[in-house]
T-cell receptor
Framework: AQSVTQLGSHVSVSEGALVLLRCNYSSSVPPYLFWYVQYPNQGLQLLLKYTSAATLVKGINGFEAEFKKSETSFHLTKPSAHMSDAAEYFCAVSDLNTGKLIFGQGTTLQVKP | SAVISQKPSRDICQRGTSLTIQCQVDSQVTMMFWYRQQPGQSLTLIATANQGSEATYESGFVIDKFPISRPNLTFSTLTVSNMSPEDSSIYLC???????????FGQGTRLTVV
């Protein structure tokens, strides 16, 4: 069975600082991995995805993530946080046969001025 | 990409009543998914809705409580039946992209049961 663990339910950074949101996965087959962002009172927006091509994936809004098979990780980073990055972030793994997404518990990112 | 419209965007309902949520997609899709996001929680899959067949429910969710319709390839409904305050959640409709490489989400329906 596939699963996702996000380390840290809340992360607080200062504006301009590095953002690092951690995600580890468990999968018996090569996974498809995703990061989604949810702004207050909105649906989910795809930030980036890994689908077995390049291990370093670049997404929208300056975010990127690196797939590390040896560490079963897919951490999300952004070099410099902006106030508008404050949101809930979800890591997810896809069941390739069914298309279902299995989500992590989410990480709330707070950006302080 | 796919554009998904969900209705209603929010509602406040009395316990014991039922609410039907609609999900409309701007293109034909094979599978549609319904997720629940309880307050402060992550998303949990309720069921997969396939056109022309009964929905497939995940463990912990049953058809009597969450009946689903899928009359065509662009539309689905989820009904939350006999509601209780524990059903207060955001309900999201989702469709898969090409070869399951991306999922698109509606804006969600924020349900409050009083």
């Amino acid at each position: 069975a596939q699963s996702v663990t996000q380390l840290g339910s809340h992360v607080s950074v200062s504006e301009g600082a590095l953002v690092l949101l951690r995600c580890n996965y468990s999968s018996s087959v090569p996974p498809y991995l995703f990061w989604y962002v949810q702004y207050p009172n909105q649906g989910l927006q795809l930030l980036l995805k890994y689908t077995s091509a390049a291990t370093l994936v670049k997404g929208i809004n300056g975010f990127e993530a690196e797939f590390k098979k040896s560490e079963t990780s897919f951490h999300l980073t952004k070099p410099s946080a902006h106030m508008s990055d404050a949101a809930e972030y979800f890591c997810a793994v896809s069941d390739l046969n069914t298309g279902k997404l299995i989500f992590g518990q989410g990480t709330t990112l707070q950006v302080k001025p | 990409s796919a554009v998904i419209s969900q209705k209603p965007s929010r509602d406040i309902c009395q316990r014991g009543t039922s609410l039907t949520i609609q999900c409309q997609v701007d293109s034909q899709v094979t599978m549609m998914f319904w997720y629940r996001q309880q307050p402060g929680q992550s998303l949990t899959l309720i069921a997969t809705a396939n056109q022309g067949s009964e929905a497939t429910y995940e463990s912990g969710f049953v058809i009597d409580k969450f009946p689903i319709s899928r009359p065509n390839l662009t539309f689905s409904t989820l009904t939350v039946s006999n509601m209780s305050p524990e059903d207060s959640s955001i309900y999201l409709c989702s469709v898969d992209g090409q070869r399951n490489t991306e999922a698109f989400f509606g804006q969600g329906t924020r349900l409050t049961v009083v």
